[in-house]
């Protein structure tokens, strides 16, 4: 049992009358998982982490002398 | 037979504030051993945040809520920039994390400025479209080479 934040305040998150949902996404940016915490339809809670992969590169060039 | 092109090592010593090249108009004060600070702020999707923006402002930025203040958090830099194969690389060393908000709409960019040289913009970083409830966001960095650095010149 741990503290959960949640829009009526602190909650217990073994209170039975939460519903835990997680999920995933993982491609070629990104690996990004998150947890929702619903109550009687209504969502309480949402924490996302998000971890970056490749993002874009600075290509750099010179000009020609002469 | 010579080679032609920028060396890698300049574009490492950018990153440090080593360089001040033209006339000198915008060469910042600066302490020897001092790093500036550099802040992340989270903006919403609907915001139009890219790579052509100079200064850091609160145009569509998160509004304050729980323990998101608008400005951001301070990025660790514990890491210097270095050259691996040829591209110059910089990460910050530790993630950038938020707990205890909900954000003001769905949000999906991470901006880079640095506070120290009035707030001008470093890079715009996007991800996949999230909402936070009552709850916490951390963005993970990732590994720092020349592959997947956070910032990478080649």
């Given at each position: ?40 339809g ?25 | ?11 490492s ?18 302490i ?7 802040k ?20 569509g ?30 990460t ?11 954000s ?8 880079l ?20 409830v ?6 993970t ?6 592959l ?7």
């Amino acid at each position: 049992m741990s503290k959960l934040t949640t829009v009526y305040g602190d909650m217990d998150d073994a209170d039975p009358r939460l519903e835990k949902r997680t999920g995933t996404v993982n491609d070629t940016r990104e690996r990004t998982e998150w947890i929702e915490y619903w109550m009687d339809g209504i969502l309480v809670h949402r924490s996302v982490a998000v971890q970056l992969k490749r993002q874009s590169i600075a290509n750099s060039e010179i000009g020609r002398i002469g | 037979m010579n080679t032609a092109g920028q060396c890698y090592s300049f574009w490492s010593e950018l990153m440090q504030g080593v360089h001040a090249l033209g006339p000198g108009t915008l060469t910042p004060a600066r302490i020897v051993g001092t790093p500036d600070v550099v802040k992340a702020a989270l903006f919403l999707a609907s915001a139009s945040r890219g790579p052509g923006d100079t200064t850091y402002n609160t145009t569509g930025e998160l509004a304050a809520s729980g323990n998101y203040t608008q400005g951001g958090v301070t990025v660790t830099m514990a890491n210097a920039p270095s050259v691996t194969s040829a591209v110059a690389h910089f990460t910050p060393s530790a993630s950038f994390s938020w707990t205890a908000f909900s954000s003001s709409g769905p949000f999906d960019t991470c901006v880079l400025y640095n506070s120290s040289q009035a707030d001008r913009q470093i890079s715009v970083h996007t991800f996949g479209s999230q909402s936070i409830v009552a709850g916490n966001f951390s963005l993970t960095m990732p590994v720092d080479d020349n592959l997947t650095g956070l910032l990478r010149f080649s």
